[in-house]
């Protein structure tokens, strides 16, 4: 039996990413999930719960939950992320630069 040959993720990336909209939307939840990620790491270094984060946040403990998990169905709004942010004893500053692979239209 001949065995096939693998493709890697990088390939299919690489090949997938060159259609604008699979881009847009690529990036778009890589975003969210280094949000989450940034959520879950300072909550973390806290020490403190999810239900203690919603508590000084003014939110609800599921909400925290599903954007730690980065939840596709709900994307938080700034408003959100700047809340939580705030009860963790951080700030939110937004910075823009040019992308550079954006090329002019």
Same mark, same amino acid.
């Given at each position: ?11 299919? +990336? ?20 280094? =949000?989450?990620?940034? =959520? ?44 939580? +942010? ?20």
């Amino acid at each position: 039996m001949k065995k096939s040959k693998g493709v890697s993720l990088d390939e299919v +990336l690489s090949r997938e990413l060159k259609d604008e909209e699979i881009r847009l939307g690529f990036e778009e939840r890589k975003f969210y999930l280094e =949000v989450a990620r940034i =959520v879950f790491d300072l909550r973390a270094k806290a020490g403190i719960s999810q239900a203690q984060l919603a508590k000084a946040a003014h939110v609800t403990q599921p909400l925290i939950a599903r954007l730690e998990k980065g939840d596709q169905m709900r994307t938080p709004t700034f408003d959100l992320i700047y809340k939580i +942010l705030k009860a963790l004893g951080y700030s939110l500053e937004v910075r823009v630069h040019k992308d550079e692979k954006k090329r002019a239209a």
